[in-house]
């Protein structure tokens, strides 16, 4: 699976909107990006996935760009509780099964301000 | 549904000692798994499984043991604990076919 690259940390004002970079850029066709959070001390949070189209769900927006070698998670309007560690993961297909070969890397910090 | 619970939440052992990590789920998810977390790492796969009876190695599966009889439980046994071991360990569970990944509050592990 690809390894995805992500910045160490950034800083949001609360009621802002935070956008975390994502660069995948040896991203296979058939793989698709998920993301996952984690809040302090708790296990990880599934966010969201796409393969190639924008998603949006009532947690957050995923826009991929048109040759997928980058994505942005987009949360409309960060809230104190959204402080946490952001996962950016590819994996190829849609099936549990290929977990054996994600790679979590160390994920972006996000700090949102009040 | 109370999702994926995992004991103990905290434990301290000897070194050479041996237990058991318990994990289960009521979600009648096919997939489930152990990962361990230690700081300036991501997460690491230790074992998963399919269903019950099939269990896999993930990617640090040394010093590990599990197996799955029942869809709901999934435990993670320690043969002979090393400080190296010594981690956060987290139970995730899902559909077969997909990766929405739902995980357990951790085992904060300290081996002495």
């Known amino acids: 699976d690809a390894k995805t690259t992500q910045p160490p940390s950034m800083d949001c004002a609360e009621g802002r909107a935070a956008n975390l970079p994502c660069n995948h850029s040896?991203?296979?066709?058939?793989?698709?990006v998920y993301w996952y959070r984690q809040i302090h001390s708790q296990g990880p949070q599934y966010i969201i996935h796409?393969?190639?189209?924008?998603e949006t769900n009532e947690m957050a927006s995923l826009i991929i760009t048109e040759d997928r070698k980058s994505s942005t998670l987009i949360l409309p309007h960060a809230t104190l509780r959204d402080t946490a560690v952001y996962y950016c993961i590819v994996r190829v297909g849609n099936n549990a099964g290929n977990n054996r070969k994600l790679i979590w890397g160390l994920g972006t910090s996000l700090a949102v301000n009040p | 549904n109370a999702g994926v619970t995992q004991t103990p939440k905290f434990q301290v052992l000897k070194t050479g000692q041996s237990m058991t990590l318990q994990c289960a789920q009521d979600?009648?998810?096919?997939?489930m798994s152990w990962y361990r977390q230690d700081p300036g790492m991501g997460l690491r796969l230790i074992h998963y499984?399919?269903?019950?009876?099939?269990?896999d190695q993930g990617e640090v599966p040394n010093g590990y043991n599990v197996s799955r009889s029942t869809t709901e439980d999934f435990p993670l046994r320690l043969l002979s604990a090393a400080p190296s071991q010594t981690s956060v360990y987290f139970c995730?569970?899902?559909?077969?076919?997909?990766?929405?990944?739902?995980f357990g509050p951790g085992t904060r592990l300290t081996v002495l």
């Open positions: 040896t991203i296979s066709g058939n793989e698709y």
């Open positions: 995730a569970s899902s559909r077969i076919a997909t990766n929405e990944q739902f």
């Open positions: 979600m009648n998810h096919e997939y």
């Open positions: 499984s399919v269903g019950a009876g099939i269990t």
């Open positions: 796409g393969l190639k189209n924008n």
